[in-house]
């Protein structure tokens, strides 16, 4: 198992939004050791008041560790609510879009129920692609569950996403290839590092007005040499 840190920079914070997002919210997640010795952390997000700027309680994080193919894993459990999202996904050092985007778990606080689970890659937006599905989450997100991949990176392999060990998705090299071509090789061969954040507005809409808080919860991240499925 390794330990790691957390990247928390990335375009995809400033996309759709207001004035604000330079700076909104980034992250908080600990390294994984913390989970060994019974830790866990918390990333709230909130804002400072009518007209004011998100903000994040804790500091970015700069990336210190990659790595490719292997079992990916958080126990998370996140908030709900109209202009929240809170993520867990990974992005190749040297350019995104282009190094790929593997989203372990995207949710929008207006959708209690589900996930989404989303490969990107190709030039900038609005030409990149981005090829998602969603995922029932039993009970609802605002319990503890693991979202998890298991990446084969071979010229053969496959993404295999899952929620609480039940796999919800499967990408093959074959499938992606025939999506777009390139994009298998491109996620396969380009190192990815771990994201978790608590992001406000853009994809899931404007929240609403006034002062507000949200806390996600993240028990530990774990990530393997070898998938398990």
Same mark, same amino acid.
């Given at each position: 198992? $390794?330990?790691?840190?957390?990247? !928390?920079?990335?375009?995809?914070?400033?996309?759709?939004?207001? &004035?604000?997002?330079?700076?909104? #919210?980034?992250?908080?997640?600990?390294?994984?050791?913390?989970?060994?010795?019974?830790?866990?952390?918390?990333?709230?997000?909130?804002?400072?008041?009518?007209?004011?700027?998100?903000?994040?309680?804790?500091?970015?994080?700069? &990336? *210190?560790?990659?790595?490719?193919?292997?079992?990916?894993?958080?126990?998370?459990?996140?908030?709900?609510?109209?202009?929240?999202?809170?993520?867990?996904?990974?992005?190749?050092?040297?350019?995104? &879009?282009? *190094?790929?985007?593997?989203?372990?778990?995207?949710?929008?606080?207006?959708? #209690?129920?589900?996930?989404?689970?989303?490969?990107? $890659?190709? #030039?900038?937006? &609005?030409?990149?692609?981005?090829?998602?599905?969603?995922?029932?989450?039993?009970?609802?997100? *605002?319990?503890?569950?693991?979202?998890?991949?298991?990446?084969?990176?071979?010229?053969?392999?496959?993404?295999?996403?899952?929620?609480?060990?039940?796999?919800?998705?499967?990408?093959?090299? !074959?499938?992606?290839?025939?999506?777009?071509?390139?994009?298998?090789?491109?996620?396969?061969?380009?190192?990815?590092?771990?994201?978790?954040?608590?992001?406000?507005?853009?994809?899931?809409?404007? #929240?609403? !007005?006034?002062?507000?808080?949200?806390?996600?919860?993240?028990?530990?991240?774990?990530?393997?040499?070898?998938?398990?499925?």
């Amino acid at each position: 198992m $390794y330990g790691l840190r957390i990247l !928390a920079t990335s375009r995809e914070f400033s996309r759709n939004r207001s &004035p604000c997002a330079a700076r909104s #919210p980034r992250l908080d997640a600990s390294d994984a050791f913390h989970h060994a010795s019974g830790h866990r952390r918390q990333v709230e997000e909130g804002r400072d008041g009518p007209g004011g700027c998100d903000r994040s309680r804790d500091a970015e994080r700069r &990336p *210190t560790w990659e790595k490719l193919g292997g079992h990916w894993e958080a126990r998370m459990q996140l908030p709900t609510g109209q202009g929240l999202w809170p993520a867990f996904w990974t992005v190749g050092n040297g350019g995104w &879009p282009m *190094t790929g985007e593997i989203d372990i778990m995207e949710n929008l606080g207006h959708q #209690p129920n589900q996930v989404h689970q989303v490969l990107h $890659y190709g #030039p900038d937006e &609005p030409s990149d692609i981005n090829w998602g599905q969603t995922a029932p989450v039993s009970g609802g997100v *605002t319990g503890f569950h693991t979202y998890a991949i298991d990446w084969n990176n071979s010229a053969n392999g496959y993404i295999k996403w899952s929620v609480d060990g039940v796999v919800t998705r499967t990408v093959t090299a !074959a499938q992606a290839n025939a999506r777009q071509a390139g994009l298998w090789d491109r996620i396969r061969t380009n190192p990815q590092n771990i994201i978790i954040n608590l992001a406000v507005g853009g994809w899931p809409g404007t #929240p609403p !007005a006034g002062p507000m808080s949200a806390v996600m919860k993240v028990d530990y991240i774990r990530v393997y040499e070898n998938p398990m499925n």
